[in-house]
C-alpha cells in the first residue's frame, strides 16, 4: 500500500465492512466495532511505517548524492592546487635563471607572477578547508517544467557551471538555463536563507529538501540580491534555446503535413 493511498484504503475497509453487515444481517453476522478500528490502526501504522522507508531512503539518497558532490568538488580543488604548484615551481626555476643573468626587470616580472600564483594557492586552500564556500544558483528549464519554476541549489565546485551541465544530464529532455551565480564564503547560509525565503512555494511540498520552487527568475532577484548582494551572474531571460527551436520544428513539420494531406488524398481520389 502507498502511504498516500491510505484514505481510500480506509474508505473502501469501511465499506468493506458495512457490506458485510449488511450480506450477513440475516445470520447476525458482522464486523464488530472494535476489530474494524484495529484494522484501520493497522491501516494507518503500515502507511508510516512505509512513509519513514521511504523518507529514509531519500535522505541517503540525497546523502550519496551530497558526497559524491563533496568529493567531485575536492577533486578539483587538488587539481587546481597541483596545476599551481607546478606552474609555480616553473616561474621560480625561471626566476632563478633571470637572476643569474641579472635581468632584475625580467625577475620583479616573475616575482609578480608567483606572488599572485601563492595568492591563488591560498584561495584554493581556504576553499577547502571551508565546507561552507561555493556558488549560490538560480536555474530554469523551460521547456521541462514550464515558465514559473526555477531551482535555487549551491556548489562547491570550482566552475559552478560544470555542476549545471550535470544537472542538465538524460534525466530532462532540454539543457537549464542560468540566471544568477553568486560566490560566498558561506554559501549554506544563501541558500538556506533562499529556501527560507521561498518556503511556501515549494514545488514537492513532502520533501522540501528538494530545491525547485514556484517561482519565476524574475521573482526570485529581489531576494537574492537582498540576501547576497552582488551577483556574478544575473539575467531573468529563458533562452532555452533547444526548446524553442525543437516547437519551431514541430510547427513546421505540422505545418508540412497539413499541406500534404489535401493533395494526397485528391491524387487518390482522381486514381
Known amino acids: 500500500m502507498k502511504p498516500y493511498k491510505l484514505a481510500s484504503a480506509t474508505d473502501r475497509l469501511?465499506?468493506?465492512?458495512?457490506?458485510?453487515?449488511?450480506?450477513?444481517?440475516?445470520?447476525?453476522?458482522?464486523?464488530?466495532?472494535?476489530?474494524?478500528?484495529?484494522?484501520?490502526?493497522?491501516?494507518?501504522?503500515?502507511?508510516?511505517?512505509?512513509?519513514?522507508?521511504?523518507?529514509?531512503?531519500?535522505?541517503?539518497?540525497?546523502?550519496?548524492?551530497?558526497?559524491?558532490?563533496?568529493?567531485q568538488a575536492q577533486a578539483e580543488l587538488d587539481r587546481e592546487k597541483a596545476r599551481l604548484e607546478k606552474e609555480r615551481s616553473h616561474y621560480e626555476n625561471a626566476l632563478a635563471a633571470l637572476r643569474d643573468k641579472g635581468d632584475h626587470d625580467g625577475a620583479q616580472r616573475l616575482q609578480n607572477q608567483i606572488d599572485g600564483l601563492a595568492q591563488a594557492m591560498e584561495d584554493v586552500e581556504q576553499r577547502a578547508a571551508n565546507v561552507r564556500t561555493g556558488y549560490v544558483y538560480?536555474?530554469?528549464?523551460?521547456?521541462?517544467?514550464?515558465?514559473?519554476?526555477?531551482?535555487?541549489?549551491?556548489?562547491?565546485?570550482?566552475?559552478?557551471?560544470?555542476?549545471?551541465?550535470?544537472?542538465?544530464?538524460?534525466?530532462?529532455?532540454?539543457?537549464?538555463?542560468?540566471?544568477?551565480?553568486?560566490?560566498?564564503?558561506?554559501?549554506?547560509?544563501?541558500?538556506?536563507?533562499?529556501?527560507?525565503?521561498?518556503?511556501?512555494?515549494?514545488?514537492?511540498?513532502?520533501?522540501?529538501?528538494?530545491?525547485?520552487?514556484?517561482?519565476?527568475?524574475?521573482?526570485?532577484?529581489?531576494?537574492?540580491t537582498d540576501v547576497a548582494g552582488d551577483l556574478l551572474q544575473c539575467t531573468e531571460i529563458s533562452e532555452a534555446v533547444e526548446y524553442h527551436q525543437s516547437v519551431a520544428e514541430a510547427v513546421g513539420t505540422r505545418s508540412g503535413e497539413a499541406s500534404e494531406g489535401p493533395t494526397s488524398a485528391g491524387k487518390g481520389a482522381r486514381a
Do not use: C, W
Not at 440475516?26 to 519513514?52: C, F, G, P, Q
Not at 562547491?156 to 555542476?163: C, F, G, I, V, Y
Open 138 to 224: 538560480v536555474i530554469s528549464n523551460l521547456g521541462s517544467f514550464g515558465e514559473r519554476m526555477v531551482k535555487v541549489g549551491m556548489t562547491r565546485r570550482l566552475e559552478p557551471m560544470d555542476r549545471v551541465r550535470e544537472l542538465s544530464d538524460a534525466s530532462v529532455p532540454f539543457n537549464f538555463d542560468v540566471h544568477a551565480i553568486h560566490f560566498s564564503e558561506d554559501a549554506v547560509g544563501v541558500e538556506a536563507e533562499m529556501h527560507r525565503r521561498l518556503a511556501g512555494k515549494h514545488v514537492n511540498r513532502v520533501n522540501q529538501r528538494r530545491e525547485f520552487f514556484y517561482t519565476t527568475p524574475a521573482e526570485v532577484r529581489d531576494p537574492l
Open 14 to 71: 469501511t465499506k468493506t465492512r458495512a457490506t458485510v453487515e449488511k450480506l450477513g444481517r440475516s445470520m447476525d453476522i458482522r464486523i464488530s466495532h472494535t476489530y474494524h478500528l484495529l484494522r484501520v490502526r493497522e491501516l494507518e501504522l503500515t502507511a508510516d511505517h512505509l512513509n519513514k522507508v521511504a523518507e529514509e531512503k531519500e535522505r541517503e539518497r540525497e546523502e550519496r548524492a551530497r558526497l559524491r558532490e563533496e568529493r
